[in-house]
């Protein structure tokens, strides 16, 4: 592939949107899908760069493809570079992002037609994936923090597409300021980078901490600070409250976030810079601890959950913490082995494990998305108290999200089984503490999604929530009542898709393909995942799979066959219920002791009466003196020849004593 071309890859989409904004909606408004296809095109012809780009990286001895950099600007000796770092990583990462953004777009046309603001919407979706394109391309810290926040804006932007809402507007601002925190680490880790030595370049800093030019202090604060950002965007503990909310945008974008683009970008950005994590034991056991207590600690508001988006909300949550995790004790191999894995090795296998569940996520969980906005299409609602029996009114939804759902729980041989069980492997072998927490989540997991999948497709239809508009016929004979149908097959297409990429995408490392291509062997971690069938050589996969059928058999009875009351158990387990319910009342700890008791009620009202008492209070002082002395002199400006003399003479007489005296 000529390197030229690998500009084009997130370039295009940027045209797209130019072509939207200024040709497209201004003239030919009247002709809404023109805008579609023009983000349809250019995503589709990235999307083959991609793939070109993916087999020269491949054939590469490097498995890189070099792109010389263009110099931008040159500030007193400081020169700012622009550049594409196009290796493995970002190869895997191009075809994700592009592929499931294609997808996405497709499915939008149904999803979105006859919204009125159809062309602002693929506008929008272009310059969003615009952005993590080059954000996963980016060879600078200086360059991937500019998209970073460029993702950043492209999110609120679409989180609040339906402006009008208030609730969706408050899940834009939610969203946008709750990431503001992580960047605020991520901004400080990349000063404190290049301080210690004076380059942004990415290899130039993995090779630096590689080299121990950085370390100690210095590389631990750095790779927390980078965290904090990866925290933020991946909607880790405690910045993780803003993703529920941001269900709040239309499905298609949720699908978008959730599966490639901005969540993704928080796991992309520690695996970029894991060298520099890998050399910092406090800053892996950090990575590893924060990602295996969100991967529980979100799967258990998943189980109570009723809006069938903010389960799977949830559910992202905590899928992005097992990411965490597996970089996290890939990572600490090298420590927890004694010193018989070498740490380069370490970060290989932290970055290929950590990677491989992105990898399929990003396919079961963009599937899974697709079907609530199917269901939602059909019913008008995402309450799945208001849903059932959809099996009988939407066979190939209920197919296509059984069978995401089955991956996501982890059940062999789909795709999320094969990803999932390195990860518990790798905590197994390293930091067992926290493979029974990990273990504890795939029983989790398993329960909340076939509870959504029993209360959304299993019974009978509960007739959509009241009020709801749906968009379905009336049945002959009841002209007033609507029941569920089918979506159209532009909808359908992209999930039937993305539920073969759902089964077969944990394939490609049956012989450890996917992790030799980014630098690790699978045969070093036991060799027991190396053919379909002979993985059961190994225990693990049979305590997984039990384990993940526990789940699915307790859902079963509770929502499918009623054996165990729903009802009862919530009563019997009442306060548990109410904390998980309440989504641990972190929401309401951040309004009211953060927002309103230490943000308004302390250093904002302190910095408003610091502008009014002091502030204020010094200019209007300076003021007064001045009207003050201004008002004075107007007194003695009087107009009387008599006044005037007397004050000739006191001052000759004060001037003559002024002279005797000095003399």
């Not at 609120?156 to 899940?171: C, E, M, P, R, V």
């Not at 036991?526 to 693990?540: I, K």
Request: charged residues 10%; glycine residues 10%; contains cysteine.
């Amino acid at each position: 592939m000529p390197y030229q071309l690998a500009w084009f890859i997130w370039t295009l989409p940027v045209f797209a949107f130019l072509a939207i904004t200024l040709v497209l909606r201004p003239f030919f408004n009247h002709r809404p899908h023109w805008s579609a296809y023009a983000t349809i095109t250019a995503i589709g012809a990235a999307f083959v760069l991609s793939i070109w780009a993916l087999i020269t990286v491949l054939q590469s001895p490097d498995h890189l493809l070099a792109v010389p950099r263009i110099e931008w600007a040159v500030i007193d000796g400081f020169t700012i570079h622009l550049g594409l770092l196009v290796d493995s990583l970002t190869a895997i990462m191009l075809v994700v992002v592009t592929g499931v953004s294609l997808l996405v777009q497709i499915y939008s046309q149904g999803y979105m037609h006859g919204d009125p603001g159809y062309p602002r919407y693929f506008a929008w979706m272009a310059l969003f994936t615009a952005n993590m394109l080059g954000l996963v391309m980016a060879d600078s810290l200086l360059f991937m923090y500019v998209f970073w926040e460029g993702v950043g804006l492209c999110s609120y932007l679409l989180i609040g597409f339906w402006f009008h809402k208030k609730s969706a507007a408050d899940a834009a601002k939610k969203a946008f300021l709750v990431t503001r925190l992580g960047d605020f680490g991520f901004l400080a880790g990349i000063l404190t980078l290049y301080f210690s030595q004076n380059t942004f370049d990415i290899e130039a800093l993995r090779t630096a901490a590689a080299a121990g030019a950085i370390a100690g202090t210095t590389l631990t604060l750095a790779a927390i600070g980078i965290f904090a950002g990866a925290a933020g965007k991946s909607a880790q503990f405690p910045l993780h409250t803003w993703l529920p909310d941001a269900m709040e945008g239309p499905t298609p974008v949720s699908s978008l976030i959730h599966a490639a683009t901005m969540v993704a970008a928080g796991v992309f950005l520690v695996a970029r810079m894991f060298p520099v994590f890998a050399y910092s034991e406090t800053a892996l056991n950090v990575v590893a601890g924060i990602g295996a207590f969100t991967a529980i600690f979100a799967a258990s508001m998943g189980l109570v959950a009723n809006d069938i988006k903010r389960v799977m909300a949830y559910s992202t949550i905590s899928q992005l913490g097992y990411m965490m995790l597996a970089l996290g004790a890939g990572g600490l191999a090298a420590y927890a082995s004694g010193g018989s894995l070498p740490i380069e090795e370490a970060i290989s296998l932290g970055v290929a494990v950590g990677m491989f569940h992105l990898f399929n996520h990003a396919f079961f969980k963009c599937l899974l998305f697709l079907g609530c906005g199917s269901v939602n299409h059909a019913t008008g609602t995402f309450d799945m108290r208001y849903m059932g029996g959809l099996r009988k009114y939407m066979p190939f939804t209920t197919l296509t999200f059984v069978i995401a759902s089955l991956s996501l729980a982890g059940i062999w041989p789909l795709s999320g089984f094969w990803s999932k069980d390195e990860i518990l492997v790798t905590s197994w072998n390293y930091i067992p503490v926290w493979f029974y927490v990990a273990l504890v989540t795939v029983f989790m997991t398993a329960f909340y999604c076939f509870r959504a999948v029993f209360l959304t497709f299993s019974g009978e239809y509960r007739g959509g929530e009241p009020g709801a508009h749906v968009a379905a016929h009336s049945t002959p004979g009841h002209e007033q009542s609507h029941m569920p149908h089918e979506s159209p097959r532009v909808m359908l297409v992209p999930m039937g898709v993305l539920a073969v990429l759902s089964i077969v995408s944990g394939w490609i490392n049956l012989s450890g393909g996917f992790s030799s291509f980014l630098g690790h062997s699978a045969e070093s971690e036991g060799g027991w995942l190396q053919t379909l069938f002979g993985v059961f050589t190994h225990p693990l996969p049979f305590i997984s799979l039990a384990t993940a059928a526990a789940g699915i058999f307790l859902a079963f009875a509770m929502y499918n066959r009623k054996w165990v009351s729903a009802t009862a158990v919530g009563r019997a387990f009442s306060p548990i219920y109410k904390v998980l319910y309440n989504k641990y009342w972190m929401d309401e700890l951040y309004q009211g002791i953060l927002v309103k008791s230490f943000l308004l009620n302390g250093l904002f009202r302190g910095a408003q009466e610091m502008d009014a008492d002091v502030v204020d209070g010094v200019a209007n002082g300076i003021g007064n003196t001045v009207v003050g002395f201004g008002k004075g002199m107007r007194r003695m400006e009087t107009g009387q020849l008599q006044g005037y003399a007397v004050a000739i003479a006191v001052g000759l007489v004060a001037i003559m004593l002024g002279l005797y005296f000095w003399t």
